[in-house]
Every structure is written in C-alpha cells, then in structure tokens.
C-alpha cells in the first residue's frame, strides 16, 4: 500500500506541473495588457478605442487597440451583458469591430480546461484496478476472490522427517504422497484416492504442520487459508472465495488445499436463533458442492484441520468429502523423545541433557508445548550468558511453564509466607498418603503466575483413564491445603485461598455422579441437563432430564462424598501433624522443596538442602491426561498442580 500511495503522489506532482505548463501559454500574445470592463466601456464612451476582436467564448473575450496604440484585453461578464448592444456602441464611435467564427478548435485551450479532469479520472480508476490486482486479492473491491495463500512446489521446505511424535497419522497420510506422485498407481486396480482428509487433535499437536509435510514430500502445489478468511460482512462473499479458491485448485491440479479451523465455516448449519440461511451456510453449502457435487476436482486433495470435530456438519464428514479422520493426538513418551529431539537441532545442547528424561516428567505436552520448553530454556541460557543449554535451563523452563513465573518481588507477609506453607504442606502431605495419587514432585511457596504457592505432583506414566480410588484420592489431596490451615489457625483463621481447590473438588465430585457413573447410590445413568450452545446448530429450547427429586438426591450425594474426603483429609494431617510442622519449616527455609526434601519428612528426617540438579538425575513434573471426558475434541485438562490463591 505504502508503494500505491507514492504513486499516486507522483501522478498529481505531475499533473500539476503540466497544468502549470500550459496555463503558461496564453493564447491572445504576452503584449496585450488585461483592462477591467468597466474601464473598457468607458474607453468606448470617450472615443479611446480603435479596433475590437470578440471571441465566440462564453464568457467573451474583448481584444484590440487603443487609439494611443496600446493593446489590451477584457473578458465580458457572463451575466447583464449583450453583444449586440456593445457592438452598436462600438460602430457608433468608429470603431473598427471584428468576431471569431467559432470554427477554429485551441487545442492547447482544450488541454487547459479538461487536462485537470482527465487525470484525476485516470488516477482514480487505476488506484481502483491496484485495489482490485494488488495486495494478494486483498483489496477492497476483491472481497470476492479467494484469499488462500499458493506456495509452490519448491516453498514448501517440511517433510516427513520435520514431523515427530505422530507416527500412526503419518502413516495414514503416506497415501496421499504416493498417490501425487504416481496416481495410476491406485487408477489402474480402480482405488480412488480420498478426497478430503480431516485431522483432529488438541491444539497444538502438529495438524499444520503435518500438512505441510504432505505437500514437502509430494512437491506439489500447496494452498493454505483459515476458515475465517471466507466469511465477510458482504452476502455471498464466502461462497464467492470457495469459487475461487476451488478455480484456482483446478489450474494447479494435482495440489493440496489446506483450510484451518474449518469448524469456523463447517459448523451445524442452521444455528443461530433465526434458524436462517445466513452467509456461513451459503460458504458452508458451496463446499459441500465443490468437495462432492457435479464438477469433478481429480487431483485436487482437501486438508482440514479441527479441535472441535463435534461441531461440524454431518454432510462435510460423510464419504466423498472428507473420507478419512486422522487423529493427531498427544504424544506418548517415546513421541516427545522425538519431538524434542527435532526442537534441540535449532540449539547447542549440553552434554547432561538427556532428551528422554525430560520426554518422562512432560506427560500431556502438545509438539507445540514441548517447543516453547526449549525455546524459554534457551532463552534462560542466554541471560546467564551460557554457551550451551544445560538441564537446570530446562527444568527452569519446565517449572516457569508449568506453575508460572516466579514473582520473587512481591512482598508477602511473614504471616501470609507461614500460612501459605501450611497450606501447600497440607496438599504434599495427604498427597503422599493416599493410594494411587501420583507422587509428590515439587512444593514451593514463591509467588508464581497468580498463585502465592503451588504443589506439583509426577505422574508415573501416560494415563488415559483414572479410578475411582484414584479421583477420591484426588478430592482428599484438594481438600489438604483448606484442612491444613484449619487445624494449625482455627477455624475463624480459615482464608479464601484454597477457594480454587474447593471448587475443582466440587466439579469432580459431581462429575462422579452424574457423568462417570461412579455414584453406588444413584447408579451408571447421566444426570444432568443439555448444556449444548444453541449457535452450535442445537436445540433452542434446553429440556431438564432429571425431576426435582433427583436433583435434589444428586447434591446430597456430592455433599457426602465431598464430605468424607475432608473428613479423610483431616484425620490423616492430624495423624502426621508433627510432619505437617516439618514440611512448613523446610518451606519457610528453602521456599521451594523437591522430592527427595519430601522422602526426608515423610521418614521423620530433618530435610537437607535442595539437591543440585546438574549432578543428579531430576525427578520430572507433569501435567496428567484428564479425566474419562465425553465432549471428544475438548481442552485437555487441568495441570496436575494444586495452589493456594
């Protein structure tokens, strides 16, 4: 845009200059002097003129000699003036009286008077045509052809190799890299090759960049667009792009055409309270036909990319459309092994980093999550002006990602500095008591993020379900921090701080009941009302699917399994005060304790200072899978952290 408008600032500099030129040039002689027309009419009055020239102009121009010889010109007014009136008063003095024909064509005159128009036409209609060509098709008088971005066969420089972590997807995709490369390969047996691929996965879990691979390998022609750069404010631009984009596909055949987030454009249609046909279903409706409808697209390949699979139209997913469903999910250990390993060529690593120890303590780490690990941990190198990335830089990059940045200057009170101890030893402790709760990895009363303390826990390993017993264990871990501080402050003494730890032991609990079946009283049934957004294309009207008796029933039974975790809670701190007393003087003195400071305590041993991570091997944190789920494509869940607010 920048270069548009020097343009045209370079077109009016000129368009001045040649007006300035050619007002230069007076037609009637440089000699003749301008007299004012009453000054001309009296001349006429007293005999002073000789000779007079009228013009056919309109306003007419008076030129001529005086009788002392001198020349002059006027210019008639247009109104109250009347030619032959002029020309009798002339004739009555003698003079000598002359008009133009009006035949006669002043170029320059005509150059003069219509020059300035011209060029301001010509310079708006070509800022018009730059508008419309220009910029990617992104000007104002383009918003109907397509935006998809076309990267040749040589641009795109991803393959196979740049892609970690999801061997299975690959896998299903490695199809449609031969089938580009050598489609009578499947012509001749009579396989058609699918013609649309849809990835699902959490954020940040490569679909992308899977896709780009698939056009790095198969060196084809790759167009990428998101699915909200169809829709505009204008009726029937969406539809128009999809036109387009489909065009422009078929001129470049065989190519790839990745749409991310299609669920933007691919949702249910119908939604909305108008239930009309509003310009997300006509962009939605013109997919459909072009991905399946009476015009072939043979070597064209569709990629879309979602997190939410649930919302999208039936008619987009069924065969013919979008034929396969490839679901690009977390990696297992072994898959952040090789992510990592992918990220740490970019950076000089130690000798001490091993890439699977880390790959153990990120359980429940996207490729996206695993980069920003060893970005920040390069990035906390470079501050201490190291040559190399050590293990403490990623340990530090892993607890700055996990709990949060540390807020050293926040000033805390010594009382609130005790309190918040207590509370995150009451966590730790019940933590390790309780069966099948993942083991105690790191308990810190620094500031972090908006937490004043935080208790992480390791999970032993990928989990993808959890027990009962282990989400009990859970509610009693939740409930340690609030027990803690009751015993040791009193009841009156009680703060808001475990307000967070209340209300996910609560969301739990009730989940237990009405979701995962879990509940002896009220059985394996799902209780609960319909909760789906109606501009995802539901229901308008939401119907109750349990009377008032089973609502009722359903908040005693969350209240006495609430209650017996406290209950639990609150026996097991009392049991073990004097370890409980332990664990927050060690707080107070190191601020931040780790597993092996916790095994002391826990053993009744004095705790020693924290142990040095560049000379031992690390435990690992974590953030474990969720719980069972039956949204699929939902956010993964809560980091495995308990803290105080």
Known sequence: MNETWKTLLLWLVIAVVLITVFQSFNPHGGASSDLPYSSFVQSVDSGNVATANISAENPATISGKLKDGSNYRTVAPVLGFSTNSVVKQMQDKNVTVTQDSGTG????????????????????IWFMRQMQQGGGGRGAMS??????????????????????????AKEEVGELVEFLRDPGKFQRLGGKIPRGVLMVGPPGTGKTLLAKAIAGEAKVPFFSISGSDFVEMFVGVGAS?????????????PCIIFIDEIDAVGRHRGAGLGGGHDEREQTLNQLLVEMDGFEGTEGIIVIAATNRPDVLDPALLRPGRFDRQVVVGLPDVKGREQILKVHMRKVPIASDVDPMVIARGTPGFS????????????LFAARENAREVRMTHLDKARDKILMGTERRSMAMSEDE?????????????VGRLVPEHDPVYKVTIIPRGRALGVTMYLPEGDKY???????ESQLCSLYGGRVAEELIFGTDKVTTGASNDIERATKMARNMVTKWGLSNELGPVTYGEEEDEVFLGRSVTQHKNVSNETARKIDEVVREILDRAYGRSKQLLTENIDKLHMMSDALLQYETIDARQIDDIMAGRIPGPPADWSKTTPPSSSVPPPPPRSDAGAKVGDPATQSRI
């Open 105 to 124: 064509f002043s170029l320059i005159g005509l150059l003069v008077n219509w020059l300035p128009v011209i060029l301001i036409v010509g310079v708006f």
């Open 143 to 168: 918003f109907g052809r397509s935006r998809a971005k076309l990267q040749g066969e040589d641009q795109v420089k991803v393959n196979f190799s740049d892609v970690a972590g999801c061997d299975e």
């Open 241 to 253: 792009r999809v036109r387009d984009m489909f065009d422009q596909a078929k001129k470049h055949a």
């Open 367 to 378: 490729g996206a999550d695993l980069a920003n690990l060893v970005n920040e941990a390069a």
């Open 417 to 429: 500095k005790k309190l918040t101890a207590y509370h995150e030893a009451g966590h730790a402790i």
């Open 465 to 471: 379900s959890m027990n009962k017993t282990a989400i």
